[in-house]
């Protein structure tokens, strides 16, 4: 809880300022503590009623009525920690003490449900043509073609939005204002969503030269036609972690021969296999971005993601993968489109 100190009341509070700030910071909880914070117990307001019903008035001390034994939670334990601790009391907040049972902090339960704010830019590749789709896109750009119940885009967007991202670029081109109409500055859905807005086919990478303001934190760069299950925010972690220049999500991808493979030498036959399947290093479509790549994209040319790791490995500058091993799926044709329409209730309603 950010305003914790809200709930800090003294011993010589009256039950009636006890319930003013119960009712003040709504967390239905007051804690009682010395002058130095020291925790001496806790009230609820379904302990202010208790004692209300037997016999208490409003102008008597909190300490009558408090307990003074309450359960509470070390600053030197870690969230999953807290969080299993409030389960088995079945409460929904703890106090947090330090060494000296000072309090430190309030947790809530509602706390562990919000995913924590990320101030990284997500960046949407959405500028594409779709011609895969055939007549699927000829009157729709294929982020905005429904999925389930809902357009791919808008999918994509959740996905990120439940991980605690707010803040959106998307690149445009191809039928960009039904995108825009649909989404407008994202304040609707509680988040900050710009436009950039391609006048020429720019290709994978070439619109983030469109961005004007330099970020200073790591951007992450997506496909807008990739349905997806990956933690982004463990990505973005690591990548930071590894002091990494880029990231590229990578994922395995199978082919199998549908013959049998003859391995030979000098016209005799050495050995056969029947129907090998070969496995490679695929690139996912999901990338972050360090802040100083982006100087490295020509500005106002078609420029693709390929190239641009070419250019990093040229300079010699890190470059990692991050492996995707849960749901993906790549939506560059009618199967794909078929598959994510019976895939979305299952993975993603």
Not at 305 to 326: A, C, F, Q, Y
């Amino acid at each position: 809880m950010k305003r914790w100190q809200n709930t800090l009341i003294n011993p010589s509070s009256t039950l009636r300022q006890a319930l003013e700030c119960i009712d003040i910071c709504g967390c239905q909880m007051a804690l009682v503590v010395n002058e130095n914070n020291k925790l001496l117990g806790i009230l609820t307001d379904g302990d202010v009623r208790r004692a209300l019903l037997k016999g208490m008035t409003l102008s008597d001390s909190v300490t009558g009525a408090m307990r003074s034994n309450p359960k509470f939670a070390r600053d030197t334990d870690d969230q999953a920690t807290i969080l299993a601790m409030m389960r088995t009391l079945g409460v929904h907040h703890i106090p947090v003490l330090d060494s000296n049972g000072v309090v430190v902090g309030l947790e809530m339960v509602e706390d562990f449900l919000l995913p924590k704010q990320r101030e990284e830019w997500v960046v949407v590749m959405a500028g594409g043509l779709g011609t895969r789709l055939k007549d699927l896109t000829r009157d729709t750009p294929k982020p905005m073609l429904k999925v389930g119940s809902r357009p791919l885009l808008e999918t994509i967007v959740h996905n990120f939005a439940d991980q605690g991202f707010r803040k959106f670029y998307f690149a445009v081109n191809y039928k960009a204002e039904q995108i825009e109409n649909y989404f407008g500055d994202g304040k609707t859905l509680g988040l900050e969503i710009r436009y950039l807005k391609e006048t020429m086919r720019m290709g994978t990478a070439g619109a983030l030269s469109l961005i004007s303001d330099m970020p200073t934190k790591p951007i992450i760069v997506t496909n807008a036609d990739l349905l997806t299950k990956q933690d982004f925010r463990s990505m973005l972690d690591q990548h930071t972690e590894s002091l990494a220049s880029a990231t590229f999500s990578v994922r395995d991808y199978e082919i199998q021969v549908p013959f049998g493979v003859i391995s030979e030498s000098n016209g005799r036959i050495q050995g056969i296999q029947e129907k090998p399947v070969h496995t490679f290093c695929v690139s996912a479509g999901i990338n972050i971005l360090s802040p100083e790549v982006l100087d490295l994209i020509p500005k106002g040319e078609f420029f693709d993601m390929p190239s641009l790791l070419e250019t990093l490995l040229k300079r010699n500058m890190d470059v990692r993968t991050h492996k995707i091993d849960g749901y993906w799926l790549d939506i560059g044709r009618l199967n794909d489109y078929e598959k994510a329409n019976l895939d979305f209730y299952k993975e993603f309603h």
